[in-house]
């Protein structure tokens, strides 16, 4: 397994776009998100094209190319001056698959990147259990996202 940030300079990233687009829409449909799964497809699609900078992006693939992870992230609030932090939009890695150094890889370059902005607060919400994401990569839980549904 490799790790590749995804970059509008390297063909090898516009080769493989096509499967990064159907897994952010997959991540959206199976997670059941709050956002439609096209409107990941369409912000990434057109921020890799113009090869905007705000666009942190990376997978892991096999020896045969084959997409088994994915981490986006991006520097938050979007469109003001001042960023006050990144945050991990979605991350996701294939059931049965072990990938448990490459994610590693793929979060220190997320810590860099975010570094390089000068950003140094990494936020995400998990559709996993919390306490993983605690222990594994020292997030704090922070706030309580909570829903009320209502005819």
């Given amino acids: 397994m490799r790790v590749i940030k995804l970059t509008r300079n390297d063909p090898e990233c516009w080769s493989i776009m096509p499967q990064v687009l159907e897994r952010l829409a997959k991540f959206c449909t199976e997670l059941d998100t709050e956002t439609e799964p096209w409107e990941p497809v369409e912000l990434v699609r057109t921020w890799f094209a113009m090869g905007e900078p705000k ?6 693939v096999d020896k045969e190319g084959v997409l ?4 986006w992230a991006t520097p938050e609030p979007l ?5 006050k932090y990144v945050l991990i939009r979605q991350a996701s890695i294939d059931k049965h698959v072990n990938i ?11 810590k860099e990147w975010s570094r390089s902005i ?4 990494i936020v995400m919400l998990t559709h996993r259990k919390w306490t993983l994401m605690q222990r594994r990569w020292g997030f704090i839980p922070r706030k309580v996202l909570m829903d009320l549904h209502f005819d």
């Fill in 68 to 71: 088994h992870g994915h981490l």
């Fill in 55 to 60: 666009l942190a992006l990376w997978v892991v």
């Fill in 100 to 110: 448990r150094d490459t994610s590693k890889e793929v979060f220190d370059s997320l």
């Fill in 118 to 121: 000068d950003v140094h607060r």
């Fill in 79 to 83: 469109g003001v001056d001042k960023v």
